[in-house]
């Protein structure tokens, strides 16, 4: 059982269309990252987000953090073809153990 | 972009022999790590390095160790590959970020850009 559960695991839309990406647990993170990857690459960091109810953009990227530090979400507005890959969410528990566990990833494919 | 290399960046192997994984870094940072990447699974964590000669387990250490004799180096060792070993491996580095009480906020990971290992 994933610690991190991610949904829709695959998503493929039209360019221009708008999508959500849902990261949710029932365990409480200290902070919550997304990333993104590309086939044959490492992943690269998109945002942290670290108070509940925090929300941040990154451009046509918005982050959510749950008032409950429990899930988030990632909203992209008008998607382009570049936004295609896979988009992982990962969180920090607060053990004191400086680790991350990963969410099973959303596959998301944008069509021109 | 976080200077890490890994290498070999490919590898094909037969069941039961040693196979070793380098990851190389240039940041000083702390904290490194190696995780697995499997159809479905996302990323799990193998070990993690908190300083020269200090790991720890991940959530998937059976069959694997590792060590860090420096702290630009951590390696990762298959003391006899098997087939369900066959995965894409990513090195990873962070800083952490202390919050209220020395407790870590977050820390940010960069990753390597993984090595592709099969077992036959």
């Known amino acids: 059982t994933q610690l991190l559960e991610q949904s829709p695991q695959f998503l493929s839309i039209q360019e221009g269309e708008n999508l959500t990406v849902y990261c949710n647990s029932s365990?409480?993170?200290?902070?919550l990252q997304w990333y993104r990857q590309e086939p044959g690459e490492g992943p690269v960091l998109l945002v942290t987000?670290?108070?509940?109810?925090e929300v941040k953009k990154l451009k046509r990227l918005t982050f959510q953090f749950g008032d409950a530090r429990k899930d988030s979400s990632l909203h992209i507005t008008a998607a382009q073809t570049g936004d295609t890959g896979l988009y992982l969410c990962?969180?920090?528990?607060?053990?004191?153990?400086?680790?991350?566990?990963f969410g099973s990833g959303t596959r998301l494919q944008v069509q021109p | 972009d976080a200077g890490i290399t890994q290498s070999p960046r490919h590898k094909v192997t037969e069941t039961g022999t040693p196979v070793t994984l380098r990851c190389h870094q240039t940041?000083?940072?702390?904290?490194m790590y190696w995780y697995r990447q499997d159809p479905g699974h996302g990323l799990r964590l193998i070990h993690y390095?908190?300083?020269?000669?200090?790991?720890d387990k991940g959530e998937v250490s059976d069959g694997y160790s590792v060590s860090r004799s420096k702290t630009e180096d951590f390696l990762l060792t298959l003391e006899s590959a098997t087939s369900s070993q066959t995965s894409v491996y990513f090195c990873?580095?962070?800083?952490?970020?202390?919050?209220?009480?020395?407790?870590?906020?977050?820390?940010?990971?960069?990753f390597g850009p993984g090595t592709r290992l099969t077992v036959l």
């Open positions: 990962a969180g920090a528990l607060n053990t004191g153990r400086r680790a991350l566990t």
């Open positions: 987000v670290v108070t509940g109810g």
């Open positions: 390095s908190y300083g020269v000669k200090d790991t």
């Open positions: 990873a580095i962070s800083e952490s970020h202390p919050g209220l009480a020395g407790l870590s906020l977050y820390n940010e990971q960069f």
């Open positions: 365990s409480v993170f200290s902070s």
């Open positions: 940041e000083n940072h702390r904290y």
